[in-house]
C-alpha cells in the first residue's frame, strides 16, 4: 500500500497534530515543512525535531539528510540493516560527532552543534550497543553517577564531610534506590556493576540515563543478546518507564517482535538516507522495508 | 550497608597508621629501636604519602604518571626556599616548616594543573612518557637555578652565583644550583610524616567517596559513558591529578626538612624515584589505599633491614619485584590462589564493590 | 664547520638511539608492553664485549659477535621468565615486572664488576676523516654507527617484508587473537621479537661505548629512556619512526648541549618530545587511534 507519498503522508505531525488536512496541502513540501506545520498548528512543540542531518567519514556519507518528528511521550523505533547509520544518528543527536548539516531542536530549542555534556545537562541521555557500564563501580554508584548534575555539593564540602555532604548523599541514596527498584535492581545495589547478568546490566544502563532526568531518552539496540524471555519483561520495563517518566523514547532495535510490540511510528534508514517512516504497522509492511532486509 | 562497609575499611586505614605510630612510640621508650630504622621513619611516611596520592592518579583516576617525582621535587624546593627566606622573619621554625607545607602543595598543586591542561588529553603509555619528561625537565630546570637575595631584593640566575651580581656585604645564596638548598632546619619528625600521611588519607578516601571521587572513577571506567550522562571530563582529570601534585608536594616539603641538604640530583628526583613509587601502587593494589601504605612502607624498610646481606640486598628486592608482581597479576597465579582459597573457605564467595 | 661536526655527531648518536629504539618498538608494537628492562640489555651487552676484548684481549669482532650472542639468549630467557607468565595480565603489571628485571640486571653488573666506571675500547680501530684541510674531523666511529644504523634499517624491513617469521610479527601486532586463530605461534613470534631486539642492543651497546667509553651498571639507562623517547616522538610501533625519532633526538641533544647548555639537553630533548606530542599525541608516524562509541 504504501508508496512514498502515502508514508510522507502519515508522518508523525498528521497524527499527533490530529490535522490530516496539514498534513495533505504539505505533502509536497517535503515531511520537515509539514511537521513545523503541523506543530504550530496544534501549539505543540515536538520533543524532538531533526531537519536534514547529514555527515560524512571520508567521503562516505554515512547519514544523508535525516528528518525526525518525535512528539512528547511517543515510543518512536528507528531500524534498517546493519551499516545503515543507526548508531551514527545517535551519535550525532548526543553530540559525538558533529554534523556537517542539519539541525537538531529538542523541545524547540536549537541543540545542534554542542557537546556531549551540554546535550546531556539540555535534556537527551543514551544506552549504548556494547554495554558502557562503570564497571568496576557498585550498582548504586553507577546510578548515582547519573545523578551527578542534579544532587550538587562541592569537592571541598565533600572531603571536609560537610552537614551538605550527608545531606546530598542520602537524597542521592533515595533517588537512586528508587530507580533502581524500577528496574528490579535494588537487592543487587551493593554488586559491582560487571557482576550483573547481561540483562541486568543493560537495565542498569538505562537507569543512569533515566538518572539524569532527560527529556528525551535514547536506546541503542536494547534487546541485543537477550533469549524471548527477557526480551520480553524488556518491553514490558520500556512501557513502563515511558508511563511511570512520561518519557519520550527513540530507541534503535533488530528484534522485530519488540518493535512491532511496543514503538507506535518508525523510521527506516537504508544506506544512510530514510527509506520511510510512518506508523509501525505501515512501514512493517512496506515492500521496500522488507527489501531493504533481506534483499531483492 | 555499602557505606557501613566503607566507614569500617577506613577506620581500618587509619587505625593502621595510628597503630604503627603507637607501636614505634613504645619501641622509642623501650629502646629497641636502631639508630638505623629511626632514620628511616619520615622516609617511610613520606613514601607513603607519595604512594597515597599517585595512587589516586594511577587507580582512581586511571592514568599513568611516571611524574610524581617531579612535583615532589617542586614542593621540596618550593618549601625549604620559603623556610629559609623567612629565617629572620619568622623565628619559630615549627611555623615556617607549616607555612612551608602549605606553599609546597600549592605550587606543586598549580603545577599540576598548568601540566594536566596540555597532557591529560594523551592516552596510556604517552601519558606517562609525557609525564616522565616533565618530572626530568623540572628536576633539570632546578639543577641549574641559582637564587640569591640582598639588600635590593631577590636575583635570579641559570648560570651561576656570580651572575646573579649580588651586592657583596648582604648577598645570599638560596639556592646553589646543582648544590641545592643548604642549611635547611631539620624540623621533620616522624610524628608530623605520620600526621600528614594521616591528612593525605582524610583527603584521598574522603575524595574518592563522594560525589566527585564518583565522577572521577566513572572517568576512569568509560569515559565515554560519564559523558553522556553530563560529567565534565577535563575538570574531574585535572582536579585529581593536581589534588595528586600537591599531595606530593607536600611530601616533597616533609622530605626536604628531614636533610641538611637538598639537591635536584636524579637519585632523589629523577625518574627512578616516579618509578618507584608507581612500583608500590601496582604492589599496594590501583585504588587500595591501604595497600598503597603497607607496599611503600615495606618496600622502603625492605632493603635496610636487608643491609646485613649488603650487596645482594638491591638483588633481592628486585627478585621480589619480580616474583610478587607474577604472583599477584599472572593469570594463572590467580586461578592457582583462587582454588586455594576457595577449597579454604568451602564455597566461592560472591564479590561485592 | 664547528655546527657541522656538532650535527654529524648528533646524528650518530641519534642513530644509537635508533637502533635501541628499534628494540622498544618492536616489543612494543608486537607484545604491547613497554620494556623498561631494554636499557640495561645495552649496558649487559657492553659489559660482555668489555670483557671479552679488554680483560680476554680478543678480537673486537669476536667481542661483538659474543656480545649479541649473550643479549639474545639475555632477552629471550627475560621474556621467558618474567614477561610470558604475564601475558594476559593488565600493562600495568608486566611494567613492573620489567622494572624489576631492570633492577635486576643493574644488580647483577654491580655484584660482578663494581660501580666504578671501566674504560671501554673502541671497537672501531679506524683513522678519522679529515674533511675540508684539517677544519672538519669526523670520527670513524660516527661514520661506522651510522652506515651500521642504516645497514639495521635496511635489513629489518626486509625481514619483515619478505620473511614467514617477519609477517607472523606483524600479523600478531596487527591483532594477537586473529593471528594465533590463523595458526601463529604467537608466544614464538614474541620470542623471536624479544630476540632481535635484544641482539640489536648489543650491537647499540658497542657503538655508544665507542663514542662514551666510560661503562658503569647504570650506563644503559639514560640511553634507554632516550631512546624509548624517541620510539614515543616516532610513533611507537613503527620501525621508520624509530629512524627519524632517533637521529632527530640525537641531532637536537648534541646541538642544544654545543649551543645552548650542557645541563639543560635533556630538558630541550624532552620539551621537543612534548610539543611534539601535544600536536599530534601519537607521534611523528603513529597511527590514530579511534574508539568507536
Known amino acids: 500500500m504504501a508508496d512514498s507519498k502515502s508514508v510522507k503522508m502519515t508522518d508523525s505531525a498528521a497524527k499527533s497534530g490530529a490535522a490530516a488536512g496539514q498534513a495533505a496541502v504539505g505533502e509536497k513540501t517535503g515531511a520537515a515543512a509539514v511537521q513545523t506545520a503541523g506543530a504550530e498548528k496544534t501549539g505543540a512543540v515536538p520533543t524532538l525535531e531533526v531537519k536534514n542531518l547529514s555527515i560524512s567519514f571520508g567521503g562516505l556519507k554515512a547519514v544523508d539528510g535525516f528528518n525526525v518528528v518525535i512528539e512528547k511521550g511517543q515510543l518512536y523505533g528507528l531500524i534498517g540493516p546493519n551499516g545503515a547509520g543507526k548508531t551514527t544518528v545517535f551519535n550525532l543527536l548526543t553530540g559525538v560527532y558533529k554534523p556537517d548539516t542539519g539541525v537538531i531542536l529538542l523541545d524547540g530549542k536549537n541543540i545542534t552543534g554542542k557537546k556531549t555534556i551540554e546535550i546531556n545537562q539540555e535534556g537527551i541521555a543514551r544506552t549504548f550497543q556494547n554495554i558502557r557500564l562503570f564497571k568496576d563501580l557498585s550498582v548504586l554508584d553507577n546510578v548515582k553517577a547519573g545523578l551527578h548534575n542534579h544532587h550538587k555539593y562541592s569537592t571541598l564540602e565533600g572531603i571536609l564531610r560537610l552537614p551538605s555532604f550527608y545531606k546530598v548523599e542520602k537524597e542521592m541514596n533515595e533517588r537512586a534506590m528508587e530507580l533502581l527498584s524500577v528496574f528490579d535492581l535494588d537487592k543487587e545495589c551493593d554488586y559491582k556493576a560487571s557482576n550483573l547478568p547481561y540483562g541486568k546490566q543493560r537495565k542498569l544502563e538505562i537507569a543512569r540515563a533515566l538518572a539524569t532526568d532527560p527529556k528525551l531518552l535514547l536506546l541503542d539496540e536494547p534487546a541485543a543478546g537477550m533469549n524471548p524471555n527477557e526480551t520480553a519483561e524488556l518491553m514490558e520495563t520500556i512501557r513502563f518507564v515511558r508511563e511511570k517518566f512520561d518519557m519520550t523514547i527513540l530507541l534503535i532495535e533488530h528484534d522485530m517482535k519488540l518493535v512491532a510490540g511496543i514503538c507506535e511510528r518508525l523510521t527506516v534508514l537504508n544506506f544512510g538516507q530514510v527509506l520511510t517512516q510512518g506508523e509501525t504497522s505501515e512501514v512493517l509492511n512496506d515492500r521496500r522495508v522488507i527489501t531493504a532486509y533481506l534483499g531483492e | 550497608m555499602t557505606k557501613n562497609k566503607v566507614r569500617v575499611q577506613n577506620a581500618v586505614t587509619y587505625g593502621m597508621v595510628i597503630l604503627f605510630w603507637i607501636v614505634i612510640q613504645v619501641m622509642d621508650r623501650t629502646g629497641h629501636l636502631t639508630s638505623l630504622f629511626k632514620g628511616l621513619l619520615v622516609p617511610l611516611c613520606m613514601y607513603a604519602i607519595l604512594a597515597v596520592s599517585l595512587n589516586l592518579t594511577v587507580g582512581i583516576l586511571g592514568e599513568l604518571s611516571l611524574g610524581h617525582a617531579g612535583f615532589m621535587c617542586l614542593g621540596a624546593f618550593s618549601g625549604a626556599f620559603l623556610t629559609n627566606c623567612l629565617e629572620t622573619a619568622v623565628p619559630s621554625v615549627g611555623l615556617r616548616f607549616f607555612m612551608a607545607l602549605i606553599l609546597g602543595a600549592v605550587v606543586a598543586g598549580i603545577f599540576g594543573l598548568l601540566i594536566g591542561i596540555p597532557v591529560l588529553r594523551l592516552k596510556g603509555d604517552y601519558l606517562a612518557i609525557v609525564t616522565l619528561a616533565f618530572g626530568e625537565i623540572i628536576k633539570n630546570l632546578i639543577n641549574v637555578l641559582y637564587v640569591g637575595r640582598d639588600v635590593n631584593g631577590f636575583h635570579f640566575s641559570m648560570k651561576d652565583t656570580t651572575s646573579l651580581g649580588m651586592d657583596k656585604e648582604t648577598g645570599v645564596v638560596l639556592i646553589k644550583g646543582a648544590q641545592g638548598i643548604t642549611g635547611t632546619p631539620r624540623a621533620a619528625t616522624f610524628t608530623i610524616g605520620i600526621l600528614l600521611l594521616l591528612l593525605t588519607l582524610f583527603i584521598v578516601l574522603n575524595l574518592i567517596h563522594s560525589r566527585t571521587g564518583r565522577a572521577i572513577m566513572s572517568i576512569r571506567d568509560n569515559r565515554i559513558a560519564a559523558e553522556s550522562i553530563g560529567i565534565h571530563i577535563t575538570k574531574y582529570k585535572l582536579m585529581a591529578f593536581s589534588i595528586s601534585a600537591a599531595l606530593a608536594g607536600m611530601a616533597g616539603v616533609l622530605y626536604a626538612h628531614s636533610l641538611s641538604t637538598l639537591k635536584a640530583s636524579s637519585d632523589n628526583f629523577g625518574y627512578n624515584k616516579s618509578i618507584l613509587i608507581l612500583v608500590f601502587v601496582v604492589l599496594g593494589g590501583l585504588g587500595n589505599m591501604r595497600g598503597s601504605i603497607i607496599a611503600a612502607m615495606l618496600l622502603t624498610a625492605l632493603p635496610e633491614l636487608l643491609r646485613g646481606l649488603n650487596d645482594y640486598r638491591m638483588l633481592i628486592y628486585a627478585i621480589v619485584l619480580i616474583v610478587m608482581t607474577i604472583f599477584n597479576s599472572s593469570p594463572k597465579a590467580i586461578e592457582l590462589r583462587s582454588v586455594v582459597m576457595s577449597r579454604l573457605r568451602g564455597g566461592v564467595k560472591k564479590e561485592v564493590a | ?293
Not at chain 3, 607484545?31 to 676484548?53: C, E, K, P, Q, Y
Not at chain 3, 626486509?158 to 591483532?175: H, P, R, Y
Not at chain 3, 594477537?176 to 631486539?197: E, P, Q
Open chain 3, 1 to 293: 664547520m664547528s655546527f657541522l661536526s656538532y650535527f654529524i655527531s648528533g646524528v650518530s648518536l641519534g642513530a644509537v638511539y635508533a637502533i635501541i629504539a628499534l628494540g622498544y618498538t618492536m616489543v612494543y608494537g608486537i607484545a604491547r608492553m613497554l620494556n623498561f628492562a631494554h636499557g640495561d640489555v645495552i649496558m649487559v651487552g657492553s659489559f660482555v664485549i668489555f670483557t671479552v676484548v679488554s680483560t680476554f684481549g680478543l678480537n673486537p669482532f669476536i667481542g661483538i659477535a659474543a656480545g649479541v650472542l649473550a643479549c639474545t639468549l639475555l632477552g629471550v630467557t627475560v621474556e621467558r621468565v618474567a614477561y610470558r607468565p604475564l601475558r594476559e595480565a593488565t600493562s600495568l603489571a608486566v611494567l613492573i615486572t620489567a622494572i624489576g628485571v631492570s633492577y635486576f640486571l643493574q644488580n647483577v653488573a654491580l655484584l660482578i664488576f663494581g660501580s666504578n666506571a671501566h674504560q671501554f675500547t673502541s671497537v672501531v680501530n679506524l683513522p678519522n676523516l679529515v674533511l675540508a684541510g684539517g677544519d672538519l674531523t669526523i670520527s670513524s666511529t660516527a661514520i661506522v654507527t651510522i652506515i651500521s644504523c642504516i645497514i639495521i634499517m635496511i635489513a629489518l624491513t626486509t625481514f619483515i617484508n619478505k620473511t614467514k617469521i617477519g609477517q607472523a610479527m606483524l600479523a600478531v601486532s596487527e591483532d594477537r587473537g586473529a593471528a594465533s586463530l590463523m595458526g601463529i605461534d604467537v608466544n614464538k613470534t614474541i620470542a623471536v621479537t624479544f630476540a632481535i631486539g635484544s641482539a640489536l642492543a648489543a650491537i647499540a651497546g658497542a657503538l655508544l661505548c665507542s663514542a662514551y667509553p666510560s661503562l658503569t651498571p647504570y650506563t644503559g639507562s639514560m640511553p634507554g629512556i632516550k631512546a624509548f623517547t624517541a620510539a614515543v616522538f616516532g610513533g611507537i610501533g613503527s620501525i621508520p619512526g624509530a629512524l627519524i625519532g632517533g637521529i632527530v633526538l640525537g641531532v637536537i641533544e648534541n646541538l642544544s648541549k654545543a649551543y645552548i647548555s650542557s645541563q639543560l639537553s635533556d630538558a630541550i630533548v624532552f620539551a621537543v618530545l612534548i610539543i611534539v606530542l601535544l600536536v599530534r599525541p601519537t607521534g611523528i608516524l603513529g597511527r590514530k587511534i579511534n574508539e568507536k562509541v
